[in-house]
C-alpha cells in the first residue's frame, strides 16, 4: 500500500534521487478556481457539507441557480450563478464557487478582538478557532467578501477552513477532490498563479476571450484562492466579486491610530490625575456639603 | 424574460401551466437565456420545466405532494419508426396565479 501522506526517504530500485527527499515545504498553500471550466455542478457545495459534517438545508430560491442568495454560518461554499450579458449582446451564464478567500492580510483577523479567534497558518490558511470566539461579530464588518457568518445559537462564527484539517495531512481540500471538471487545483501559490496565468494566456490567444485574467486582488495583500476569469475587469459580473477589495477604513482607523490615541488618553488621564493628586493634595470636604450631608444623617430615624 | 415581462410575471411568483390535457402549477424562474423565437412571422415564446420527478410532482401546489403530474401535459404521441416520445414540442398557456 502506498502511504501518499507521508514524505518518502528511501526508495528501493530507484535510479536517480528520490522525488521530494530534503524537501521543506513550508509554502503558502493556494486554490485556483477556473470559472472557464466550471459547470455549476455543486459537487464542491456537497463535499464541503460532507467533509465539515453538516446537514443539507433548504434551498431558497432567488430566480438564480444558486442553492441560496449566499454562504450561510454552515453552508461555507456556495456557487453563485449570474446571467450575463456582453456588449456585443451575447449572453454568459457566470459560475463562481463563493467561499473564503484566505487573504494574506485578513480584515476578520485584524477586527477580531478575542485572544486566539482568528489564526493565520504558516502555509497562509485563516481560521477560526470557535472556542476563544467572543461572538462579537467585528470580522464580518472587516471581511471585505462577506464570508463570516454568525450562528445565533451557539453564537460563534464560521467560515471556509481551506479544509486545515486535510491539508495538514497532505491532501487537498474536499472541494478540489470533488471537483469532475478540473476547474479546482490546490497546491503552492506560485504553481497556482504560473498555473493560472497559463491558462489566462491559453484564454487571451486561442478562445477570444481578451480580457482574461486572473483575480488575485493586491488590496488584501494577495488571496490564497485565486481565480481566473472571462473578464478580469470586470469581477462585479461573477455574482458579486469586489473589484479592488479592502479591508474597511473603520476597522483599520480603530485598530491603529484609535487604538493608540484611546491607550495615551487613558494614561494621560490617570498621570493627570496623580499629579493633581501631588500638586493640590486630596479633594477637601466644604463646610456646607459637610452640612447638608449632616443635615440628611439627622432625616434618617 | 420578454414574455414575463409581458404578463408581469416576476422570478419566484407561482404560475400555472395549461395544455389542452391538464394543468401543472410551478414556481417561475425568468432567465434571459430561452429568447422568443419567430415561426412563420408570429413570434412564439418557448418555456422550459425541468422533468424526473415521483408519481407524484414536486411542484408548489398541495405541499408539494400534487396529482397533477407535470408528464400529463405532454402529449401521448410517438414516433412511428422508433416510437420515441414526442413530449417537448406542444402548445401551453402560461398564466399568473
Known amino acids: 500500500m502506498s502511504q501518499a501522506v507521508l514524505q518518502i526517504r528511501k526508495m528501493s530500485g530507484h535510479p536517480g534521487p528520490v522525488p521530494g527527499a530534503n524537501v521543506e515545504r513550508a509554502e503558502q498553500v493556494c486554490k485556483l478556481i477556473d470559472t472557464t471550466t466550471c459547470i455549476g455542478c ?99 464588518t472587516g471581511c471585505p467578501f462577506n464570508i463570516p ?18 491539508v495538514a495531512v497532505g491532501l487537498e481540500p474536499a472541494c478540489i477532490k470533488a471537483c469532475p471538471t478540473g476547474c479546482l487545483h490546490f497546491g503552492t501559490k506560485d504553481d497556482m498563479k504560473d498555473l493560472a496565468e497559463t491558462r489566462s494566456k491559453q484564454l487571451r490567444d486561442h478562445f477570444g476571450f481578451e480580457k482574461a485574467g486572473v483575480y ?19 469581477p462585479e459580473a461573477y455574482g458579486g466579486l469586489p473589484k479592488d477589495p479592502h479591508v474597511p477604513w473603520v476597522v483599520r482607523l480603530w485598530k491603529g491610530p484609535a487604538k493608540w490615541i484611546g491607550n495615551f488618553a487613558m494614561l494621560f488621564g490617570v498621570l493627570g490625575v496623580t499629579l493633581h493628586y501631588l500638586r493640590f493634595g486630596p479633594k477637601v470636604v466644604h463646610d456646607k456639603d459637610s452640612k447638608q450631608g449632616e443635615a440628611k444623617k439627622g432625616e434618617r430615624p | 424574460m420578454e414574455l414575463a415581462n409581458e404578463l408581469g410575471i416576476k422570478g419566484n411568483d407561482r404560475v400555472k401551466v395549461t395544455s389542452a390535457r391538464s394543468y401543472y402549477i410551478a414556481k417561475a ?69
Not at chain 2, 407524484?56 to 400529463?72: F, K, M, P, S, V
Not at chain 2, 417537448?88 to 399568473?96: C, R, S, T, W
Request: proline share 6%.
Open chain 1, 42 to 140: 455543486k459537487a464542491c457545495e456537497v463535499a464541503c457539507l460532507e467533509w465539515n459534517g453538516y446537514p443539507f438545508t433548504d434551498t431558497t430560491f432567488d430566480n438564480t441557480y444558486q442553492t441560496m442568495p449566499e454562504t450561510t454560518w454552515k453552508y461555507w461554499n456556495l456557487i453563485k450563478f449570474n446571467e450575463h450579458e456582453r456588449e456585443d449582446g451575447t449572453l454568459m451564464l457566470l459560475m463562481r464557487k463563493d467561499q473564503c478567500m484566505h487573504c494574506a492580510d485578513p480584515g476578520c483577523l485584524a477586527a477580531c478582538p478575542a485572544d486566539g479567534a482568528i489564526v493565520q497558518y504558516a502555509n497562509g490558511i485563516v481560521d477560526f478557532q470557535q472556542e476563544h470566539c467572543i461572538g462579537c461579530q467585528y470580522c464580518v
Open chain 1, 149 to 166: 457568518k454568525f450562528n445565533p445559537e451557539t453564537k460563534k462564527v464560521f467560515k471556509c477552513t481551506l479544509c486545515s484539517d486535510r
Open chain 1, 216 to 234: 488575485d486582488p493586491p488590496g488584501v495583500g494577495g488571496t490564497g484562492v485565486i481565480y481566473v476569469l472571462h473578464d478580469a475587469t470586470n
Open chain 2, 29 to 97: 424562474f425568468v432567465t434571459k437565456r430561452i429568447k422568443p423565437m419567430t415561426i412563420d412571422g408570429k413570434k412564439i415564446y418557448q418555456i422550459g420545466i425541468p422533468i424526473h420527478q415521483g408519481y407524484r410532482g414536486i411542484q408548489e401546489d398541495e405541499e408539494r405532494n400534487a396529482r397533477t403530474l407535470l408528464n400529463r401535459l405532454s402529449p401521448t404521441v410517438t414516433d412511428p419508426n422508433a416510437y420515441t416520445p414526442e413530449l417537448k414540442g406542444f402548445l401551453v398557456k402560461l398564466e399568473k396565479v
